[in-house]
């Protein structure tokens, strides 16, 4: 079944090679939001290492954000969100340093993005990331997400916060709890108790924000992990399950900025 999917992405690219150069497939900004599998690049199916997933980028098409995983490294950038319809520059995209085993997957992903001046639709699913020729470099699919909004409801013991382990035998213990139909949050951040509501986006059902948290005034001997948790809790753009087990809140950049572990 894989072999087959494969191909029929294939002759989907090859069936729409003229299409970021003709208005057929054109496609609006607030279609490329959201996270993307790269699935073929220069006409060549992708073919992740052994034990890995797809390379994948994401799109916040309302501030300009990219992120995601070249195949071994993060990926991390802006693009203009007020350019042409159609019209993309990925040329600047920045990643981490880190060394895998195998690199040609990343090779020949950086390669390509740093081609994609326009991008355009094919069919229903994919996305095609062309270069200034016209020609398609890259074609996306559309990435499940790997957690849903409901996920979060219910109640979270905060474990890490703004890259340090929250400490354990605290007298009030960092927590969140979610109400997701009434979309509101209630907790402590080990200090004062935190109240609010948060943000989500239809088109992302990974993006979430914490613009509207407000907290006691009560003053504690160590204040120290209520800033961390404060501040983490600021940054949060959006959140997806962890490896291990718990869920995960990253920052714009996509850094891991807090840890919630099941109550």
Not at 113 to 137: D, F, H
Not at 154 to 179: H, V
């Amino acid at each position: 079944m894989k072999k087959v999917f494969v191909s029929l992405c294939m002759a989907a690219t090859v069936a729409g090679l003229s299409s970021c150069a003709s208005t057929k497939n054109a496609a609006t900004l607030s279609s490329l939001s959201g996270e993307w599998n790269i699935i073929e690049i220069n006409g060549s199916a992708v073919v992740p290492a052994p034990n890995q997933e797809f390379p994948f980028i994401g799109f916040d098409t309302k501030t300009g954000q990219v992120y995601g995983n070249s195949g071994c490294n993060r990926l991390m950038g802006s693009f203009d969100v007020n350019a042409k319809p159609g019209q993309i520059d990925l040329g600047a995209l920045g990643s981490t340093r880190m060394m895998c085993p195998d690199m040609t997957v990343e090779k020949n992903v950086l390669a390509a993005l740093g081609q994609v001046k326009k991008y355009k639709q094919l069919g229903k699913e994919n996305m095609a990331l062309c270069a200034s020729s016209n020609r398609p470099v890259i074609v996306l699919q559309k990435k499940e997400a790997s957690a849903k909004l409901a996920d979060l409801n219910g109640k979270w013991m905060i474990s890490e916060a703004g890259g340090e382990t929250i400490p354990s035998g605290m007298e009030k213990q960092p927590f969140i709890e979610f109400n997701i139909a009434e979309k509101t949050l209630h907790g402590t951040a080990g200090c004062n108790v935190i109240n609010g509501s948060f943000n989500a986006d239809d088109a992302n059902p990974v993006a979430i924000s914490f613009p509207q948290v407000i907290s006691t005034m009560m003053a504690c001997p160590d204040m120290e992990v209520e800033s961390r948790v404060l501040k983490a809790l600021n940054s949060v753009q959006s959140f997806g399950k962890l490896a291990g087990g718990g869920m995960g809140f990253y920052d714009a950049d996509n850094n891991l900025v807090m840890v919630l572990v099941k109550k």
